[in-house]
């Protein structure tokens, strides 16, 4: 185990997740425990440590995110066999310049489904990473 350093291997494979049409899937709970899921085309990797994503549906998975940050993102693409499970805490930017930041790199298609303009960045702080298999790769601890 090691400190959150994201591969560039990791970071490349996330960045083109919807282009190579294998989207990332964002697993939440709600506050009483009940799970979420769904893709999230425009994940990507913010940095080393971080994962964002345009949040523009503004649906349970945002009210999960609300009430309980915790959460798990899963790429998998069955083509070059690449899978992780990245775990970590969201936090959400309304407003500012991460929200920014976060949009000038979203893809395209994810900003034109923006119809209302009013979408926002979601940063998750990652706590961990493992492999489908639940190896852990990376971990803060």
Same mark, same amino acid.
């Given at each position: 185990?090691?400190? =959150? ?105 994810? =900003? ?30």
């Amino acid at each position: 185990m090691s400190l =959150i350093d994201l591969t560039d291997e990791m970071k490349t494979a996330i960045d083109n997740a919807l282009a190579e049409q294998v989207p990332c899937i964002l697993a939440t709970a709600s506050a009483d425990g009940m799970p979420g899921i769904g893709y999230r085309g425009s994940v990507m990797a913010y940095d080393g440590q971080n994962l964002a994503y345009w949040e523009r549906a503004k649906r349970g998975g945002l009210r999960n995110i609300q009430t309980s940050p915790y959460v798990i993102v899963m790429y998998r693409n069955p083509e070059t066999r690449q899978a992780w499970k990245f775990f970590g805490k969201a936090t959400l930017h309304e407003t500012g310049d991460v929200r920014e930041a976060v949009k000038v790199r979203t893809v395209q298609a994810e =900003i034109d489904r923006d119809q209302d303009g009013n979408g926002f960045a979601v940063i998750i702080e990652l706590e961990r990473v493992e492999t489908m298999a639940g190896e852990v790769l990376m971990s803060k601890d």
